[in-house]
């Protein structure tokens, strides 16, 4: 329970950041890559909820941000803050003054300091519950056998590449994620790490070792469930970086080679692509091997529950159907609404849009072949790239099971075909290898071919590490033949390619035509 100083000190910064202060924090909040809201029509910010956190030092609160947008919807975020001195006439963590305090001490943001994490640490680990002014927040502990939750640690990281959380390394044994955006009800992240960790024993998913939970009775709290997990702590898995940047890099030094080749006349590009990508390649199957046993162990629970699969339906395949349709009917209408000079720059005309509404439409129906299989729905990663994965020294390992965040938990947490993370995977390499491309403007022909044929093989090599551990026939969540696998696999690399396409329309219309190429090969080839 909060005792009384610590419930005088949450009050006052409820104060500072609700009062004067406020028009701080929302100035404050737009500068954090975490903050989701960044473009949306601000209402108010409010801080709803403080839980004073255990410090031999600064006081130290966890404080629960009540975001209001135009039109009445609200987001709940999670803020480590600080109350101290205000050092220097500039101080770039200050968000509010303390009533009171002539000026002496400040309400600040406390993400840099090392105490707050130790502090979420030790609560997970003693599995310990401490309240605040309308809510609270208990840890838990899974079994630890390598010893990963025990304390003390010399060196604490905070990583700096994350976009929606905030991650942080403990002595290079223990990695935790504060997941900014509260939402309560059951995480996703946190559901498929415990079955991985307890029940499936999934070796290529970092095990789980604990969590915390925040639960509210405050006003606006109207969900079934109102608690939510705001920390999550896996084991560390020390490793070479995700599967983007390490594919980047070798992406980037087969450029190098292939242009040297071609300078020097020693050999044809495409011999030095055969040549450099041969244990590149060896990696990717490896990482389709992967892929496989984590689909294997999500589709290993025999008993009723989340994560036993269920035969999949006409009606979930008329859904399914439905959902894309209506998605591709707003890409469409975003695609003719470009001006004259976007759809030159992608290489797109007028007229396009109507033909690629029809092939992906009539492509649509080949889910079908999911209930004529007598296939099987699972549970699977929901955001599967080559981001998602870390390269590690002999392999790769599986992180971030939060699914897509635009999607509500009740859509993430959902069964269906786990060739949808095939899919995402496969996009990724398309976006890999015309990425490396980007800074090369314009794009010599030898360098596409480069790319070009290192994407083909990269394709046919990740499904052939799929397949040599999950066969069609053998695995109920696929289709019976492998060539039922790659049609319905092809709808899902459709829908991913317009969501891309979308996306890049919104963002970023210089990279339209990587989206665009992708869904013209998906709409008119054959299967492989």
């Not at 002496?104 to 300091?113: E, F, K, L, R, S």
């Not at 020097?264 to 091997?289: M, W, Y």
């Amino acid at each position: 329970m909060t005792n009384a100083s610590e419930q005088e000190r949450i009050d006052r910064a409820l104060a500072a950041i609700n009062g004067e202060g406020g028009r701080l924090l929302i100035a404050f909040l737009q500068n954090q890559r975490w903050f989701g809201g960044k473009g949306k029509p601000l209402a108010a910010v409010r801080l709803s909820d403080a839980i004073e956190l255990p410090s031999a030092s600064v006081p130290y609160l966890l404080a629960v941000l009540l975001v209001e947008y135009r039109g009445g919807s609200q987001e709940r975020y999670m803020m480590p803050l600080s109350i101290r001195s205000k050092v220097g006439s500039v101080d770039l963590a200050a968000i509010a003054e303390l009533p009171g305090s002539s000026g002496q001490h400040w309400v600040c943001d406390a993400t840099m300091a090392d105490d707050v994490w130790r502090s979420l640490h030790d609560l997970v680990a003693t599995e310990k519950e401490r309240g605040g002014r309308t809510g609270s927040v208990r840890g838990r502990a899974l079994v630890d056998r390598e010893g990963g939750l025990a304390g003390p640690f010399t060196t604490i990281k905070i990583l700096s590449g994350e976009q929606s959380n905030t991650s942080i390394v403990f002595d290079r044994r223990v990695i935790m994620k504060l997941i900014r955006k509260v939402e309560l009800g059951i995480s996703p992240e946190r559901e498929m790490l415990e079955f991985l960790t307890t029940k499936a024993l999934c070796r290529d998913v970092p095990p789980l070792l604990g969590y915390l939970t925040y639960q509210t009775e405050q006003e606006g709290a109207i969900e079934e469930d109102p608690e939510g997990t705001v920390v999550v702590l896996q084991r560390f898995v020390v490793n070479r970086g995700d599967g983007w940047s390490y594919s980047l890099s070798c992406l980037g030094e087969l450029l190098r080679e292939s242009r040297q080749a071609a300078q020097t006349q020693a050999s044809h590009p495409s011999q030095v692509c055969e040549n450099r990508t041969d244990a590149f390649l060896k990696e990717i199957h490896q990482l389709g091997e992967v892929t496989g046993n984590l689909h294997l162990a999500l589709a290993s629970d025999g008993e009723s529950g989340p994560f036993c699969p269920e035969p999949i339906t006409m009606s979930d395949v008329t859904r399914w159907q439905g959902r894309m349709q209506q998605f591709l009917a707003e890409v469409c209408r975003d695609l003719r609404s470009m001006s004259p000079e976007q759809q030159t720059a992608a290489g797109f005309v007028s007229d396009e849009a109507t033909t690629l509404e029809l092939a992906c439409r009539d492509r649509f129906n080949d889910l079908a072949r999911l209930v004529t299989g007598q296939t099987v729905k699972i549970r699977h990663h929901g955001d599967y790239h080559l981001g998602q994965v870390l390269k590690t020294e002999d392999g790769f390992a599986v992180i971030d099971f939060e699914g897509e965040p635009a999607r509500s938990l009740e859509e993430r947490r959902a069964k269906v075909c786990p060739l949808k993370d095939v899919a995402g995977m496969l996009r990724s390499f398309s976006y890999a290898a015309q990425a490396v491309l980007q800074p090369h403007r314009p794009i010599s022909p030898d360098d596409q071919t480069i790319m070009t044929e290192w994407e083909h093989a990269a394709r046919q090599t990740f499904l052939n590490g799929y397949r040599s551990v999950v066969q069609p026939g053998a695995a109920l969540f696929l289709p019976a033949t492998w060539d039922d696998t790659l049609r319905v696999l092809q709808v899902y690399e459709l829908d991913k390619a317009l969501y891309e396409l979308r996306y890049e329309l919104r963002n970023r219309p210089e990279w339209l035509a990587i989206p665009l190429q992708g869904i013209r090969s998906l709409t008119q080839k054959a299967c492989e």
